[in-house]
């Protein structure tokens, strides 16, 4: 055992043991001669891994216990001891300067920290550890530092470097000339760059990052996981545009309070915009954004938004505000400025395992406000709540709702505000028959400022057996019994007249009873498999009492391939389809590698002539209905289709066709809509009139990370399709065109888009805007 060079430095409770591999006879003869050699210097050297243990605040001290030539075995360390792991190539000891030096892809750890080098030199006698050549210094965050020299203190932190790169965990890397480690972990950075993007490509060569941030000093804390920047400048492409004072960033991903990249676009209705932001950040789980608008064609505007998590949920608050005049919808300018604003706040908790409470409040000052300002194209502002219960076996919601109209000629005082609107049902095992029975409760108050105002109270149930065949054949047999009350007044302000129902209390009973039956066959086709599955349904209901009913949830009627095999066509608990009648249809479906089709094709013919209350145009008028169908296509995932169509029964005109269609890839792609509805319902009875409309959108990519994309949205209804429209066949409704750039850490662009329709003061024209975000600096 070799002693320690002078009397101060010794102490035993600092060992290295090494591991020599089989076979290393020169190592073994050069330790063996270490161990009897005299207390003067010598130089030795041998391959293997060790185990350095140091006691807490001691000076380090060496004893080496010669190992046998394939193990070693480390006496147990003592509790209070720190434990340095390392592994190297070659040690080599040099005990006039109390040194030893591990080199050869050399990696030392201590607890979640490691480093790896060339070589290592520690220093007995104060405890330093430096590291030189390709150094990996990984912390206990797991944040990686590469530099070409680090020292480390005894308590194995990292002290000066030069030359570094500081890759954080959360993404983001920061290089520098030189910097230095405190006790702490505070890491401080002269003459530093930090960039949000890979620093090499996918083939691993070098690459220039897109952006970074140039600063003359920067500050990473560990305590906060904080980078704080001072006399920063973004870069962008290697040009400095923009400083930011104050910025700092957090490296764990999360939110850091600061100032949000500025927003800039020009409009028709506002001129010349400059927005900006500031984020706030409270706590863990909640924030504050304040925003400041400025125009050059309109009075400044300022909005807020508020987000807290609480222990049982979340809701939001966001305000919009500004004083000005306006253009109301007749076109007539205000006299003088006035507030003018728009608040949304949202949220949810859950209570318990089955409670829940959803809400939602949207108001604005008035029409034209969110058109004006581009926050919102929406027609109808809706609020609500709704308290939900729901379990294994039941359901209970009890909400409300009021909706405010934006419409150019819509009424709001024929616009319903409902409270309370209860909604229960519950789930139960058939003793006798089998299959399961489901209780449920409906009622729904509705209130007009001018109109009509309806109150319903339903109770019923429903039963359903499902039962497979031994031939294969799925049979549902469902009863349904239902009784309900209605009181409704005021039944004359409510224009269209089979919509208003008798004044005062009406009741009905509601019963039918179906059998639905579909048999799946099942065989091999163009190498792929198909199912096609003939259905048929019978369902047997005497007349219903329905014109004597208000109707204010069943109107826009339409057979569709969706309720193609509904009891009730209707939507909604106003209106019940009554008369017995069979439906039949085919389901095909098609499963080859990369490929599946599903398609499905139907009628409805009712078993007798007496007249239905369904109005012409709907498709189910008549004894026989229309041909509905439905058609998916899919082709992994660079084509989606799906076509929708009615077809009359007597001339096989087409009465609805849409088209959805998106091919391509996630870079470059097209999708494509199409809308047209023939169906010929008088004005005075449907409120979903005769339609046709264009809509598309595409992007195609080039050079890498740049592409151009555009969309549009055109009206292609005529006045023979609507008499009320001036629309020459081909009226654009709304247009956008841009170019964008998109990396691993920046993306940026220019659009134009065009609106062709006035509003008030929400002006047809064009707005251009530019954008820009970066990724790890909380801009997105």
Not at 221 to 229: G, H, I, L
Not at 672 to 698: K, S, W
């Amino acid at each position: 055992m070799l002693p320690a060079s002078t009397g101060s430095q010794q102490a035993s409770s600092r060992r290295l043991s090494l591991r020599m591999r089989p076979g290393v006879a020169s190592a073994l003869m050069l330790c063996t001669a270490l161990a009897a050699a005299p207390v003067a210097a010598q130089d030795g050297a041998a391959q293997g891994m060790g185990t350095i243990e140091q006691p807490q605040g001691e000076p380090p001290a060496l004893s080496t216990p010669v190992p046998p030539i394939d193990s070693a075995t480390l006496p147990p360390a003592p509790t209070n001891e720190r434990q340095i792991n390392f592994e190297a190539n070659s040690v080599a000891y040099d005990n006039n300067a109390n040194t030893v030096t591990a080199s050869g892809d050399v990696v030392l750890r201590s607890a979640d920290k490691s480093v790896r080098a060339d070589a290592v030199t520690w220093n007995r006698v104060t405890g330093e550890i430096v590291g030189t050549g390709n150094v990996r210094f990984v912390d206990q965050d797991g944040n990686q530092l590469y530099t070409s020299r680090i020292e480390l203190t005894d308590e194995f932190e990292a002290g000066a470097m030069e030359d570094l790169l500081l890759a954080l965990r959360e993404g983001g890397r920061l290089a520098a000339a030189e910097g230095s480690r405190q006790a702490d972990g505070t890491i401080e950075l002269n003459r530093a760059a930090y960039t949000g993007c890979e620093v090499v490509s996918s083939t691993g060569c070098p690459r220039e990052p897109s952006w970074r941030i140039t600063a003359d000093r920067v500050v990473y804390s560990p305590t906060d996981n904080r980078v704080r920047f001072n006399n920063a400048y973004l870069e962008l492409f290697g040009a400095r545009l923009i400083p930011l004072p104050g910025l700092s960033i957090r490296t764990d991903g999360g939110p850091a309070s600061g100032f949000l990249v500025p927003e800039l676009q020009f409009s028709r209705n506002n001129g010349f915009e400059l927005s900006g932001s500031y984020y706030l950040n409270l706590a863990a789980n909640k924030d504050l954004t304040l925003s400041a608008y400025a125009f050059t064609d309109a009075p400044p505007m300022v909005s807020g938004q508020w987000r807290h998590l609480t222990d049982i949920g979340a809701y939001q608050v966001t305000g919009y505000g500004t004083v000005s005049r306006r253009l109301d919808l007749a076109g007539l300018r205000t006299p003088e400025s006035e507030f003018r604003g728009y608040l949304f706040t949202n949220g949810r908790f859950q209570f318990d395992p089955n409670w829940s409470l959803n809400f939602s409040l949207r108001r604005t000052t008035d029409r034209t406000f969110l058109r004006r300002y581009d926050i919102s194209r929406d027609d109808r502002l809706r609020s609500m709540f709704e308290i939900e219960r729901i379990d294994a076996d039941s359901y209970l919601a009890i909400s409300g709702y009021a909706t405010q109209t934006l419409r150019v000629n819509g009424d709001q005082g024929q616009t319903p505000i409902a409270l309370p609107l209860i909604d229960y049902r519950r789930r139960i095992d058939d003793p006798l028959l089998g299959g399961k029975v489901e209780l449920m409760a409906n009622t729904l108050s509705l209130y007009r400022p001018d109109g009509q105002d309806t109150q319903r109270a339903i109770a019923g149930a429903r039963w359903d057996l499902r039962r497979i065949t031994g031939w294969g054949q799925v049979v549902t047999m469902t009863a349904l019994l239902r009784g309900d009350v209605y009181h409704s007044d005021e039944n004359g302000l409510t224009a269209t007249a089979v919509y208003r129902g008798n004044p005062g209390w009406e009741a009905r009973a509601v019963g039918l009873v179906a059998a639905d039956i579909e048999w799946p066959l099942v065989g091999p086709l163009f190498g792929g498999t198909q199912v096609l599955t003939p259905r048929v349904q019978v369902v047997l209901s005497p007349s219903i009492k329905n014109l004597a009913i208000p109707n204010e949830d069943s109107r826009a009627i339409d057979l569709e391939d969706s309720n193609l095999f509904a009891l009730n066509r209707f939507p909604g608990y106003d209106r019940v389809e009554d008369r017995p009648r069979v439906t039949y249809g085919i389901d095909w479906q098609l499963t080859r590698p990369n490929w599946r089709i599903d398609s499905t094709i139907g009628q409805s013919f009712r078993l007798n002539n007496r007249a239905t209350l369904l109005p012409n145009g709907t498709g189910l008028s008549e004894r026989v209905s229309d041909f509905v169908g439905r058609t998916d296509v899919r082709y992994r995932d660079f084509v989606k289709l799906t076509h929708r169509f009615r077809l009359d029964k007597d001339s096989l005109a087409v009465r609805r066709n849409e088209i959805d269609a998106t091919i391509g890839s996630s870079r470059t792609y097209a999708e494509v809509g199409y809308l047209r509805l023939d169906r010929d319902i008088a004005p005075t009875i449907e409120d979903l009139r005769d339609r046709e409309e264009l809509r598309f959108a595409g992007r195609v990519a080039f050079a890498q990370y740049w592409s151009v994309f555009g969309a549009g949205v055109f009206n292609l209804t005529d006045r023979e399709e609507d008499p009320t429209f001036t629309s020459d066949g081909f009226d654009p409704i709304r247009t956008r065109l841009g170019v964008a750039y998109q990396d691993d850490c920046l993306e940026f662009g220019v659009t134009w888009r065009r609106d062709y329709l006035d509003q008030g003061d929400a002006r047809k024209g064009n707005t251009f805007q530019l954008y820009f975000a970066l990724r790890n600096l909380g801009f997105r």
